[in-house]
């Protein structure tokens, strides 16, 4: 099973910096994919195939990376962004996510 | 697209629940579907998928214990939950795969509590 490890665990961020959040699988994969989850509802896409942005998503959002090293930036930290965010990977069965990043506002 | 998950509740270690996810707004029988779990405070924990033509795939932690089936004709994904354990407590979602191949539309949850 593909491990894949999130840092940091936690952060805080204030009204308009930039935020780059990191995913490091414990192998080789082909693809990122990014959720967002706030409070108790339930994720959210917000990118997939490493880079593309979903349906709605705001374009301060990007995703990057490849081989066992992908990250997701924010490019300028708003209020609703606050929230937990997953890096899962789809290259090999079981599918495994990320232990999450709990990004605050400042 | 919309995904709505029924059936939760509490339940004695080692007894049986079945949990229903109905779906609306897209060709059900068209795609394939995942359950998805998250314990209390904890990530997301993939559980099971079952394919448009009904193949299977589980984790290991619910293999032999869990069953994921679907009825097409009721646009319904099912999750049969036995031999339950403390451990399997938490919010069980079900997400369509979507054509990127990804989980690409989630239900709110049904929350299953496995305590006695």
């Known amino acids: 099973e593909i491990v894949l490890t999130q840092s940091p665990t936690t952060m805080a961020a204030s009204p308009g910096e930039k935020v780059t959040l990191t995913c490091l699988a414990s192998?080789?994969?082909?693809?990122m994919y990014w959720y967002q989850q706030k409070s108790s509802a339930s994720p959210k896409l917000l990118i997939y195939?490493?880079?593309s942005l979903a349906s709605g998503v705001p374009d301060r959002f990007s995703g990057s990376g490849s081989g066992t090293s992908y990250s997701l930036t924010i490019s300028s930290m708003e209020a609703e962004d606050a929230a937990i965010y997953y890096c899962l990977q789809l290259t090999s069965t079981p599918p495994t996510f990320g232990s999450g990043t709990k990004l605050e506002i400042k | 697209v919309q995904l709505v998950e029924s059936g939760g509740g509490l339940v004695q270690p080692g007894k049986s629940l079945k949990l229903s996810c109905s779906a609306s707004g897209f060709t059900f029988s068209s795609y394939g579907m995942h359950w998805i779990r998250q314990a209390p405070g904890k990530g997301l924990d993939w559980v099971a998928y079952?394919?448009?033509?009904?193949?299977?795939v589980y984790a290991d932690a619910v293999k032999g214990r869990f069953t994921i089936s679907r009825d097409n004709a009721k646009n319904t994904l099912y999750l049969q939950l036995n031999s339950l354990k403390s451990e399997d407590t938490a919010i069980y979602y079900c997400?369509?795969?979507?054509?990127?191949?990804?989980?690409?539309?989630w239900g709110q949850g049904a929350s299953v509590t496995v305590s006695s």
């Open positions: 195939y490493t880079s």
């Open positions: 079952i394919s448009s033509s009904s193949g299977t």
């Open positions: 997400a369509r795969r979507g054509g990127r191949g990804v989980m690409d539309a």
């Open positions: 192998s080789s994969v082909n693809y």
